[in-house]
């Protein structure tokens, strides 16, 4: 079964750094593309970036350029979001999820089921 | 950036229905747009990409259509199963992928 399983939530403090991560299983994970998407509470879904871990090749969408860092290690099949400084509007559940073709960006059809993120003093 | 205004941004019907959501490109993206389903608390859904193709596994009333700037969703007979929000997703422009503000269909 083709699927991406994403770490627990976590309850951190501002300032506070974090990576949180997204295994796949069951397809070639150096093969393709895998992004992440931002839920914030009540809110629609923003597309924050993607890294292709064949090659660590990684774009970032202009907004969240900067802010975080995507990674991802291919020895293990697993994919990384990261922060190195949260702050309250960080809060939001983060969703990974794998595009559709074979080395190709198009749609996401494989999702994580989502970590929850939540930043406060 | 390429904006997506999606329409309605909710909308109620009965069992049976036909439902239509609209997304609207700021400019032409060819036929590079999604549409997703999320139903409350869960991960998002791919049910048609490339505009009108339907993902594996989706029911056929599910249905997308449009190219260039104007795209169209349709339930052709609405299911309470099919309770959710539907997204819009464009793919026109890496990294500037955007998606619509969402779509919320409750039943009447």
């Known amino acids: 079964e083709v699927q991406l399983v994403q770490s627990g939530a976590e309850v951190k403090k501002p300032g506070e750094s974090l990576k949180i991560s997204c295994k796949g299983s069951?397809?070639?994970?150096?093969?393709?593309?895998i992004g992440w998407v931002r839920q914030m509470p009540g809110k629609g879904l923003e597309w924050m970036g993607i890294?292709?871990?064949?090659?660590?090749?990684?774009r970032y969408s202009p907004s969240f350029q900067g802010q975080v860092t995507i990674s991802a290690d291919k020895s293990i099949s697993t994919a990384y979001l990261q922060w190195s400084s949260l702050k309250a509007s960080d809060t939001a559940m983060y969703y990974c999820?794998?595009?559709?073709?074979?080395?190709?960006?198009?749609?996401?059809?494989?999702w994580g089921q989502g970590t929850m993120v939540t930043v406060s003093s | 950036d390429i904006q997506m205004t999606q329409s309605p941004s909710s909308l109620s019907a009965s069992v049976g229905d036909r439902v239509t959501i609209t997304c609207q490109a700021s400019?032409?993206?060819?036929?590079?747009l999604n549409w997703y389903q999320q139903k409350p608390g869960k991960a998002p859904k791919l049910l048609i990409y490339d505009a009108s193709n339907l993902e594996t596994g989706v029911p056929s009333r599910f249905s997308g259509s449009g190219s260039g700037t104007d795209f169209t969703f349709t339930i052709s007979s609405l299911q309470p199963e099919d309770i959710a929000t539907y997204y819009c997703q464009q793919y026109d422009n890496l990294p500037s992928w955007t998606f619509g503000q969402g779509t919320k269909v409750e039943i009447k």
């Open positions: 069951g397809y070639s994970f150096t093969s393709y593309w």
């Open positions: 999820a794998r595009q559709r073709a074979v080395a190709a960006v198009d749609a996401f059809d494989i």
């Open positions: 400019q032409d993206i060819s036929n590079y």
């Open positions: 890294i292709y871990p064949g090659d660590s090749d990684t």
